[in-house]
Structures are given as C-alpha cells and as structure tokens.
C-alpha cells in the first residue's frame, strides 16, 4: 500500500483510474458518495466537500456515454411531475439568470432547473474549510465580477434585482492588504527545469497584480540584478534586460493597420526570438503568464496580443492597443465574493428560492447556509434538480412543447414544459437535441471549453509567504499548478478575511493544461489538454503541491505535513468558454461576431443561453446570453 503523502488529509478521488464514458452504472450514486464521505445520516451539503471537485465523480459519465458511445436512453412513456412553463437545462449563473429573468417577466410561471453536478452554479463553486475551528471560504471557479460598470443594462439591473451593488466592494475588498509585510510577485524556477531551484522576486514588475499591491516595481538596476539571477544562460539574460528595458519597434515607419496585421500574424515568442534574438529558456520565464486568462501561452497568442496586455517589451505599441481597445476605463480588480462569483450563483437562488438560502443583504449571503433539502420541493414556483444529466430535448409532436429526459441515479424520467432553454455546456447540445441543423451543429463544434483547474490549499498560517516576501508565484514552464496566491482580502458582514501571517489563510492555485511549443493551436491544446487532465489524479495534484511548497519554503520552517489543513482540486476539463484570439481565429471574430452567433440559433421552443454562446467568459457573457434566451422565448 502506498503512504498516503499528507495523511491528515482525507483524501477524495473519486476520478482516478475510473474509466471517462459509460462507467456511471458502476458507480455509487452522488447520494450513495455523500452518505460515505459525511456518514449516512449528514446532511447533504456539497461545499464541504474537499478532494476531488469541480466536474466530480458522478456528474460527467452520463454525459460522456451519450457524446462518446452514442448511448442512447429510451424515452420513458410516463411523464415526470406536471407540465412546467420552463424546464432549463444547467444550473449554473446563465441557468440561473434565464430562470430568474423568466419569472421577472411571466410571474407565477412554474420552472425546473436540471443540473448534472451535485451542487448548483456551474463553475461559480463554493469551496469551505473548517481551519481549527475557523470556517474559511473560498472559490472553486468563476472568479470575479470584473468590470461591472461596463456590463450591459440588463446585465446590471439583474445584479441590482438580486441585491448585489457592485460600489460595496470598494468597503469590502483590503487594497494594499499586503503592502503591510511588503510582500508582492515571485518567481520560482524548479531544478528539473531550469538546473537548480530558486525563488526569485519578480522583475517583471506589476504585470499581472490582482491586489493593486505589487511591491516589487523597483528599479532597473534591482531589475536588472534579479534577471542575472535567473538560472538561464548569460545571452538569455542579455536579451531579457534589453527587451525590458531597450524594447524596439521593427516596424517603424509602416501605417498603424500594417503593424497590427504584422503583430497578428506572428505569436509572441515567435516576435522575441526573430526580433530579439531571445533564445527559449529566456522566453520561457513568461511564456505561460497568458495561461490564467487565455487558457494558452504566447506560444500561441499574437505578438499584438501581448501589446494588449502589456507584456514585457510591448509598451512601444501602446498607440496600436488604443486603436484596437480605446482608452483604459478597466476597473479595480475588487468585486469579488469570498467564495468568488458563487455569490451570484447563491444570490440567484435565493431569490428563486428564498427558504432555501435565509437572509436578504450581500453580507449575510456569505455565511448563510443553504438548505439543499428545500431546492426541489413540490409545489415550489421555482425547482432546481441535482444530479440529473439530460440526455434528449425535443419537442413534441404537435411542437406545443419539449419533452426533456434525463438520466438521476442511473434512472430515466422525462418531463414537459412549454418552453426549454439550454444553459449547459454547448458542445454537449448536438448529442441531447437530434433537432439542432446541421449547418448550426457545425457553428457549434467550431469551439471548445477550456481546460482549467481551480485548487484551494488551506494553511494553517502564512508565515512562510511573509519570510518570502511573496502573495504570489509564478512557476515557469510548470505542467500542472503553474501559480500560486495567497486569497482575495476581502472582509463582508461577520466573515473576516485572514488578518496576520498567523491566521488561517487559503492558496488559490492554478493549473491551464497545454501542450506549448508544439505548433498547436489554442483550440488543439485544449483539447489534449483536456484529455491529459482526466488522466491526472488528487495524488499527482497533491504530490505537486507539496513538492512545490517545500521548495519555494525551505528554510522558512514551513511543514507541509503540520500547515496543510486541506486540499480541493476543482478540476474542469470543461471549464472556460473558448474567446476568439485574433493569432488562430479570425481577428474579427468577436462577442459579436464568429461561429457562436450561428450555433445559438433559437430551435422553436428551445433557446440556447451559456457563456460559451456569448464567446465570453465571464459573469455578463453568461447574463446576456440568458437575457437573450428568455427573450426569444417570450416573445413564441
């Protein structure tokens, strides 16, 4: 047997070594997993859980017998529950909104959310610890409402209608919270990599700050002197110090428009080594900063997109970003729920549902508990049904409604409404809706989900950051977490963010699986990248972690044994919804404009609403496209 390598952690996997597609039947049901984990008589309540989250045991099977294996589920003759106005398929924050919306404009209306994970919100998770006797919260997924202010009017007045006011954060989010122990960016370069292990404070400077607290935008010659300790050769450290500090504009003289066509047709890393003579190793301390927010490296990301967002050497087109972007009017990177944008999803809820969810104000949101037992209960307006994957969406003969079938507990129910609106993952609709066109099958095939893991590392303390001088970590050329920060400083109503080193604290990590260097393009690395995420394991994500804390700590006195209280893996080899690059997509495709339009064509009495029909990632991609969604459904 192997040693478990933190054995005060009970571990969860539920994933590893089972097989992907039809294995469902094999498996404990999601109440059958629940009743192991918290003991037959606990109550059911999906945040607690740690181990492997996200896309768990028990939520992907079904979907993957119908996607894989064509598996293909009689439709039963008996009829589920009595006919409902809407029956929306995903419950995550476009489910939620469509659902929302539509009661907003026909009250009364009776509808059912079917959701195939054991929890609601999607990728808005919600992730607890119980740290020594301290609740810590944190986030499993969608981050962060960013930008609120530039969201569309519906978008706006749907978060002032759930009670969320955006200008509160300004209150609840610490700026400079880590100013107090100047602590700031670090890279760590692993010997595998790089020849020998080093933690390095970041020369790179601001890039890349979500806290607005960088303490390392120091000078040239303390930049220059942390570069000459980067474990690369000398001409990889000359090219380094003349890109930052020397930066060129090979394209002097030509018109704006024959720049930014230049700039576009070539990826970053491409620019650097043709126009810097910058050799690999020099490249690959920052090839994968994109990653997070891409779900690719400038591997494969345009020499233009790295204007945009001001990577090293980039400033000289800062005329070229203006002409493309207009003006910087970004926001705070500050409005954020301690358990990230599970905030919106939970505040959805509870106003579909308020016994489930007790309290009415954002800051009571935070601590209140929801009770699951209420979310679908008959005679409720509003019903929200986990653990129930849909496998057909068709309407009925007559076309004055849509039968959905889903499979709950290796079970097959059907149920009617007059209207259905798709809210789950895209790339499934084809496979659970035969009446999708052809041409329109291909407009959605065009994309992919990106592949990403959310984990949550809780400490016991953060010592060992402070001695370091670091809230966060890049580790370069890292195949699974490739960074790591210290959590969000936010403090609302009676939760109070970590005060002091000493305290509880959680470490958000990030892994984007890729296969950079390879000429892949983005849509191609998510794609393998997917199919090497299901291949890893808690254990290779939990052996990592360690392996990484030990480290960038030693000599810090750091123990992963004794400072590790917990570890949730969300894991979402579906994760992001796929945004056009302008180095592998058309330049002008766009949130307005690409394949996406076509493959969320309205079907009858079948809308499509998700982020990935807006080609937006991001809390308002998913509220438009609800909004949309419910629209053409009200107006049949």
Not at 104 to 111: E, L, S, T, V, W
Not at 587 to 609: F, L, N, T
């Amino acid at each position: 047997m192997t040693k478990r390598l933190l054995p005060n952690i009970n571990r969860r996997d539920f994933l590893g070594g089972v097989a992907l597609t039809s294995a469902a039947g094999a498996m404990m049901s999601p109440m059958e997993l629940f009743a192991q984990q918290q003991g037959a008589s606990s109550e059911y309540y999906p945040p607690k859980l740690t181990g492997m989250r996200g896309s768990h045991a028990g939520s992907f099977e079904v979907s993957h017998a119908v996607s894989l294996e064509r598996t293909d589920w009689d439709i039963p003759k008996d009829q589920t529950d009595d006919i409902y106005d809407m029956v929306v398929v995903g419950g995550g924050i476009s489910g939620l909104s469509a659902a929302f919306l539509y009661q907003q404009k026909m009250a009364g209306a009776r509808i059912l959310i079917l959701d195939n994970h054991d929890d609601f919100g999607g990728h808005a998770k919600r992730n607890e610890f119980d740290i020594d006797g301290k609740k810590v919260i944190g986030y499993g997924g969608s981050q962060t409402m960013q930008d609120p202010g530039h969201y569309s009017q519906e978008a706006k007045k749907l978060l002032k209608d759930i009670s969320i006011e955006t200008e509160r954060f300004y209150d609840y989010f610490k700026m400079g919270h880590y100013n107090k122990w100047e602590m700031g960016g670090a890279l760590y370069f692993q010997k595998p990599d790089f020849g020998e292990g080093k933690l390095i404070k970041n020369p790179y400077g601001g890039l890349y700050d979500l806290f607005g607290d960088d303490k390392s935008t120091f000078g040239r010659k303390e930049r220059t002197e942390k570069i000459r300790e980067f474990p690369i050769s000398k001409k990889a450290q000359d090219a380094l110090i003349k890109l930052m500090f020397d930066p060129i504009d090979p394209f002097q003289g030509l018109p704006a428009q024959e720049k930014i066509k230049r700039l576009r047709s070539i990826t970053y890393i491409e620019y650097l080594e043709k126009y810097y003579d910058m050799p690999k190793e020099g490249s690959d301390t920052f090839r994968d900063n994109a990653k997070g927010l891409w779900g690719v490296g400038w591997d494969a990301l345009s020499a233009m997109q790295a204007a945009v967002m001001y990577e090293v050497g980039m400033g000289v087109f800062e005329d070229l970003v203006e002409i493309l972007e207009g003006p910087d009017t970004s926001e705070p990177y500050i409005f954020h729920f301690p358990d990230g944008n599970a905030g919106v999803a939970r505040s959805l809820v509870r106003k579909l549902i308020p016994e489930a969810v007790p309290g009415n104000t954002m800051e009571d949101l935070v601590l209140s508990k929801v009770d699951y037992s209420l979310l679908d209960q008959e005679g409720s307006d509003n019903r929200i049904r986990l653990n129930s994957t849909a496998v057909n969406v068709r309407h009925s003969i007559d076309q004055s409604h849509v039968d959905v079938s889903y499979v709950r507990n290796n079970t097959v129910y059907r149920v009617r409404a007059k209207h259905v609106i798709m809210a789950c993952y895209n790339s499934i609709i084809p496979f659970i809706c035969p009446e999708v066109p052809e041409k329109q099958v291909e407009a959605i095939n065009y994309a992919t989900k990106v592949p990403l893991v959310y984990t949550n590392i809780a400490l016991r303390n953060w010592r060992a950051f402070a001695e370091k001088k670091c809230n966060r970590i890049r580790l370069p050329k890292e195949k699974l977490h490739h960074s790591y920060v210290l959590d969000f400083p936010v403090s609302m109503g009676d939760y109070t963010f970590s005060e002091n080193p000493d305290q509880p604290i959680l470490v958000h990590a990030t892994c984007v699986p890729t296969v950079p260097d390879e000429g892949y393009t983005a849509i191609e690395q998510a794609k393998m990248g997917r199919m090497n995420l299901y291949q890893t394991s808690f254990d290779d994500f939990e052996r990592s972690i360690v392996g990484h804390f030990e480290g960038m700590f030693r000599g810090t006195g750091f123990d992963a044994q004794r400072d590790i209280a917990g570890i949730t893996v969300n894991r979402w080899p579906h994760g992001y919804a796929y945004e056009y690059n302008d180095y592998s997509d058309d330049p002008e495709y766009g949130p307005d404009k690409g394949p996406h339009i076509a493959g969320r064509a309205q079907i009858g009495r079948i809308s499509i609403a998700n982020s990935d029909a807006s080609a937006y990632a991001y809390v308002n991609g998913a509220i438009d496209a609800a909004v949309r969604a419910v629209d053409e459904q009200v107006k049949l």
